[in-house]
């Protein structure tokens, strides 16, 4: 597989080096990617250059995923307007292991291929470097004019932020230059890759090597920074940042997230963060485009990547947890949903808290949903719509408005789901 064709059909260069190609060619090649360990779990803003790392080892060649345990201390100035919290070294450990469970769904780091990924970690070769040998062995060989036409330190000096710019992100770009220096001294390293808004940090990294070793052979590739077609922040929901972490965003929501992009998105996320064939998505976008609203590069997507991420018994379980909510679901398949995909799927809907103490002793399905959870408003209007058939509890038809209702009846031995017509749902929570 030719890495730089792969990307290119699916849109995943924005700049190359000249070169780049032929040295691919040549040999099997390695490359790093930096990621920022300010939290011990990747979000979906990682997985564009994570799966850049991906196709490189798909493609033959031996991708390193460098933590930045050193940078992450300090924080790049690119696209941000103010410097971040500083972190000790026992959480930066903690975030690295965490954060190499997440990349081993997508790297091979545990064969003994010849390209066989690894881990590395920048503080690992900055925290007994002497600042005085810094400046002396690395800092002579960038000049404060270059340092000063990047990009990142341009807009932020001209900024309207009356804070500027530390010294210590100043300096970041030296640091993130000495990594590509050091792993191409000691890993034969010769590609950087990342997002478009790395670029000047990479240069930074060929340009110090060039001068320090005098070798021409070190590279750079970026990748676009992926934008919605509303023009949204990728990867942003109300809720914040979408994590690879079930702990920071389930499962189903996580489905959730790509299941509901745009059919413009859908057509250009399936590329990035897929490792589907080309004729075989050039199929899904035919058959979409014949009939959008089935919704097909969607649900391929949302399970491709979920599978990826999570698991195909987590894909499997959104799916069905999707279904409760928005088709015409089973009372056994609620049954099955566990706490987590329960709550997640009933986020937002109106809550009442119950006494587990009194549904012990049996309470009437009217005195429930009226007196002790405003259900509805008065006996009345439930009876009513009793009648109706337009009651449920726990997805099955309440026939009987004076049916008594136990603790047997509580999901997950603490909860009861109340159903107004087709689309009104109650969440109550037995204490």
């Known amino acids: 597989m030719n890495f730089v064709e792969e990307l290119q059909w699916r849109g995943m260069i924005h700049s190359i080096m000249p070169g780049t190609e032929e040295q691919l060619a040549k040999e099997m090649t390695t490359a790093y990617v930096g990621i920022d360990p300010t939290a011990d779990s990747l979000h ?56 190499k469970k997440q990349l081993a769904k997508f790297l091979d780091f545990d064969s003994d291929a010849l390209n ?23 800092g002579k060989h960038i000049t404060v004019n270059y340092m000063m036409s990047k990009d990142s330190v341009k807009k932020r000096l001209s900024s309207e932020s009356t804070e500027g710019m530390s010294f210590t992100e100043f300096s970041y770009q030296l640091l993130q230059g000495y990594d590509y220096l050091y792993l191409y001294q000691n890993k034969n390293c010769k590609l950087q890759m990342g997002g478009s ?16 070793t005098g070798e021409n052979d070190a590279f750079g590739l970026v ?46 996320y ?3 963060f897929t490792a589907i064939e080309r004729d075989e998505i050039n199929d899904l976008v035919a058959g979409h485009a014949a009939a959008p609203h089935l919704r097909i590069l969607q649900k391929r997507l949302a399970k491709e990547v979920t599978v ?28 099955r949903l566990d706490e987590e995909t329960l709550l997640s799927v ?12 009194e549904l012990g002793g049996g ?33 099955e038809k309440l026939a009987d408005q004076d049916m008594i209702i136990t603790t047997e009846n509580l999901l997950n031995n603490k909860y009861l789901l109340a159903q107004k017509g087709k689309k009104n749902y109650f969440l109550l929570i037995a204490e």
């Open 44 to 99: 979906i803003g990682h997985l564009v250059s994570v799966m850049m790392l991906k196709h490189f080892q798909r493609s033959g060649h031996k991708p390193i995923a460098l933590v930045g345990g050193a940078t992450g201390m300090i924080g790049d100035p690119s696209l941000k307007s103010a410097e971040r919290n500083l972190l000790d070294e026992a959480t930066l450990r903690h975030n690295q292991e965490c954060i």
């Open 116 to 138: 066989a990924a690894e881990l590395v970690n920048n503080y690992d070769w900055m925290k007994d470097y002497s600042f005085l040998n810094f400046i002396r062995d690395i």
């Open 197 to 212: 808004d790395q670029w000047g940090n990479i240069t930074t990294g060929t340009d110090m090597i060039r001068r320090k």
């Open 223 to 268: 990748c676009p920074l992926i934008t919605k077609a509303d023009g949204g922040k990728f990867g942003k929901t109300e809720s914040g940042n979408v994590w690879l972490d079930r702990r920071y965003t389930s499962p189903y929501k996580f489905y959730q997230f790509w299941l509901n992009v745009s059919d413009a998105d859908a057509e250009k």
């Open 270 to 272: 399936i590329k990035i």
């Open 308 to 335: 990826m991420v999570h698991s195909i018994e987590d894909y499997e379980a959104a799916v069905e947890a999707s279904e409760i909510l928005f088709g015409n679901s089973t009372a056994q398949a609620l049954k």
């Open 346 to 357: 009933f986020e937002g809907v109106p809550q009442f808290y119950i006494s587990k103490d």
């Open 363 to 395: 309470i009437k399905a009217i005195e429930l949903l009226t007196d002790k959870a405003a259900v509805f408003p008065s006996k009345g209007e439930m009876r009513k719509m009793v009648q109706a058939g337009g009651v449920s509890l726990n997805k």
